[in-house]
């Protein structure tokens, strides 16, 4: 039997920590995955195996790309990726996957992964997501994660009692998260919450709160200098696209008095939210129908 999983080199690696994240539904405007690819290429990390798209992949979804190199036609497919550095200022090394949401046999694929677990013997996962929220645009983007570890929690400033209480549709995230649990893997998850009004993909800022949570948490050294210029750049794109649409900068401050409101209600502490997506089809019908009512509302008056 052929395996999905082709590891093309096995070096030396310490106790590694694993850490994913996939395009698709789980990216809310690719801040997860771009993530990954950022320290794939800061580290210039080595590619120490792929995963065999064949299987996995509805290539009418999931379409493959032509391009030119050096003037021949090349075909890229969906790429899972999985990249390792050795970092000598830790006692941990890290293992990359950045991948893309498989659309079939997911079964097949998580036994993959847990398949570079068992070669590499990796010593924890930890997952990176985005997702659509009610944010504001104007304040720093929020990262909430959980954890199944206390050392694993610690580092990541999240309480290890949280659990999920969501029920409903999940992603290959959350799939991985579970199957890590029942092999008794330390499992992690971050997540960047993005405001579910901003169009503009891809987001560094998300991308950016990521890393600086990723920096804090596990002393990577990155630097994100660049990406800090990128991102300020492109909240100045959001701002001025906001203030271009009447309609949407209403909803906009509407949500950013809502945050205010609700931060002076607070207690002092928050746990940590879980790993798992948000309703977010009904905070898109929420804007549909606040932007209905602004409409009739100038109709009204005009």
């Known amino acids: 039997m052929v395996s999905d999983l082709e590891i093309l080199r096995t070096p030396p690696l310490r106790r590694p920590l694993l850490i994913a994240a996939f395009t698709g539904w789980n990216d809310a405007g690719e801040a997860a995955s771009a993530a990954v690819r950022f320290m794939h290429r800061r580290w210039r990390a080595e590619t120490i195996a792929n995963i065999d798209p064949e299987n996995f992949y509805d290539f009418t979804q999931a379409r493959p790309k032509v391009r030119l190199e050096r003037g021949e036609r090349v075909i890229d497919?969906?790429?899972?990726?999985?990249?390792?550095k050795r970092l000598d200022n830790l006692d941990r090394d890290v293992i990359l996957l950045a991948g893309t949401e498989p659309h079939l046999a997911w079964h097949a694929y998580v036994g993959a992964i847990l398949e570079i677990c068992a070669t590499f013997e990796v010593s924890g996962i930890l997952t990176l997501g985005a997702l659509l929220a009610e944010v504001s645009h104007t304040r720093p983007v929020r990262v909430n994660g959980s954890a199944t570890e206390d050392e694993l929690a610690r580092s990541l400033e999240v309480d290890p009692r949280t659990r999920s209480t969501y029920q409903g549709p999940t992603g290959i995230v959350g799939v991985i998260n579970q199957m890590a649990r029942d092999v008794d893997i330390p499992a992690g998850s971050l997540w960047a919450n993005m405001p579910f009004y901003v169009q503009r993909t891809p987001n560094p800022k998300g991308t950016l709160a990521i890393l600086e949570r990723l920096n804090r948490a596990f002393d990577?050294?990155?630097t994100l200098h660049d990406l800090e210029v990128f991102a300020a750049r492109f909240e100045a794109q959001v701002a001025s696209d906001i203030e271009g649409n009447p309609e949407v900068a209403a909803?906009?401050?509407?949500?950013?008095?809502?945050l205010d409101e609700d931060e002076e209600e607070e207690p002092e502490f928050e746990l940590?939210?879980?790993e798992e997506l948000?309703?977010?089809?009904?905070?898109?019908?929420?804007?549909?129908?606040?932007?209905?009512?602004?409409?009739?509302?100038?109709?009204?008056?005009?």
């Open 278 to 302: 948000p309703d977010a089809e009904s905070m898109v019908n929420e804007l549909e129908r606040f932007l209905r009512e602004q409409r009739n509302d100038g109709g009204a008056s005009s």
């Open 251 to 258: 909803y906009a401050r509407r949500v950013a008095e809502q």
């Open 77 to 84: 497919w969906p790429a899972n990726v999985i990249s390792a």
């Open 272 to 274: 940590e939210q879980p």
């Open 220 to 222: 990577f050294q990155l």
